[in-house]
């Protein structure tokens, strides 16, 4: 359930490194070829393409010494781009076959800003010609503004379109990352539970049978002599003890640390101060009823439930407050975790540990209920009989 960043549709798309170093490539042939074409050109004085061929010799210097960083390090560099664009801009009024860079400033733009400023610019640059036509060619006008409307049309229908594909392609990425960072949390989380429960099942085992057995012996054995005059008999009793004693050592080392240090309720309280010192979301813990011991088996439920609401508030809830109730009653215990986060729909995000949550509660005859929803929270309430 971790959880990445989304993409960002108001971010520019830029190439992965692989792909920068073919877009080098590209661009270097595109400006090397428009360069032969501007130093070549009929009509244009020898000064004019020579500023012209400085102009793109420029761009590809500043592209090289700053605009591939941005592009790396995924930076919005509008006034970069708009030094590039400018001198773009000087080549094409002084020499027109310079507009052949189009195809290297178009898809150059969609990497340096945002989707609308991107568009916007395409428009800019294809603008650029039959304007400074206006005033310098005013006879090449009507075929340069033609060309320039057809120019945007397909820069920015192709840029839309790659933008679109390489989001695509990012969010599925993300979208992997994700599933693999689930399985192995999913995978972490079987193993612990599995290890917890197979610890908790053998506990109940020898508290169930070899401890109670142990306890049945000695009090029989003092019942047949209670002054255990019968050295047979006291050696029975010692033996019986010891091995009592050793039964519930075992039981101990089986159960949680938590709850062999203390109390449930105490094992409880140290998870939710716990849980207010790593999050920041502030945690409280109430008791209400008569405390009193449970079976190990009940305890580790329940505070493993305890364990398990808590790290669910932390990691998804994005909540500013947390609560928690452990209440005694007569014939129950009930543990409620309630948080005022985002909440979510039952059912539909059910992931492992609440799974697991109810799986646990089912070997004790408990019960688990999630309630959830956007306005108030998420409340979840586990009930054992005990």
């Known amino acids: 359930m971790s959880g990445d960043v989304p993409v960002d549709p108001a971010r520019p798309v830029r190439p992965e490194l692989p792909r920068t170093l073919w877009w080098d490539v590209y661009l270097v042939v595109i400006a090397v070829a428009v360069a032969v074409v501007v130093l070549t050109s009929d009509g244009p004085g020898w000064s004019a393409r020579l500023v012209a061929t400085g102009a793109i010799a420029g761009l590809l210097v500043l592209h090289f010494a700053a605009g591939r960083r941005a592009i790396e390090r995924d930076e919005t560099r509008p006034g970069l781009l708009a030094a590039e664009l400018v001198l773009f801009g000087v080549a094409v009024t002084l020499v027109p076959n310079a507009n052949w860079l189009l195809f290297a400033v178009n898809p150059l733009i969609f990497q340096m800003v945002p989707l609308r400023t991107a568009v916007i610019a395409v428009v800019a640059v294809n603008a650029v010609l039959p304007v400074s036509d206006v005033i310098l060619r005013p006879g090449a006008v009507g075929l340069d503004l033609l060309v320039a409307v057809i120019s945007s049309a397909a820069g920015i229908w192709l840029g839309t379109w790659i933008v679109r594909v390489v989001r695509q392609s990012q969010e599925r990425h993300r979208l992997i990352e994700e599933l ?6 999913v995978a972490r989380l079987s193993r612990e539970a599995g290890v917890t429960a197979e610890r908790t099942r053998l506990a109940g085992e020898i508290h169930d049978t070899l401890a109670q057995g142990f306890t049945s012996i000695i009090t029989l054995l003092q019942a047949a002599d209670p002054e ?3 050295e047979r008999l006291a050696l029975a009793v010692r033996t019986a003890r010891e ?13 949680p640390a938590e709850l062999t240090s203390g109390s449930l309720p105490s094992a409880v309280r140290r998870q939710v101060l716990r849980f207010g010192e790593e999050s920041g979301v502030e945690a409280g813990l109430r008791v209400t009823g008569d405390e009193r011991p449970l079976p190990t088996v009940v305890e580790v439920v329940l505070l493993r439930a305890a364990q398990e609401a808590l790290a669910n508030v932390r990691r998804h809830a994005q909540a500013r407050a947390a609560a928690v109730l452990l209440a005694y009653t007569p014939d129950s215990v009930r543990l409620v975790v309630r948080d005022d986060g985002r909440g979510f729909v039952p059912g539909d995000a059910d992931g492992y540990g609440l799974a697991g949550m109810r799986e646990r509660a089912k070997q004790v005859r408990g019960s688990v209920t999630v309630r959830s929803d956007p306005d108030t929270g998420t409340t979840v309430e586990l009930a054992v009989p005990a």
Do not use: M, T
């Open 180 to 185: 693999e960072n689930s399985r192995a949390e």
């Open 228 to 230: 255990l005059r019968d």
């Open 243 to 255: 091995n009592l004693a050793e039964a519930r050592s075992l039981v101990a080392a089986l159960s």
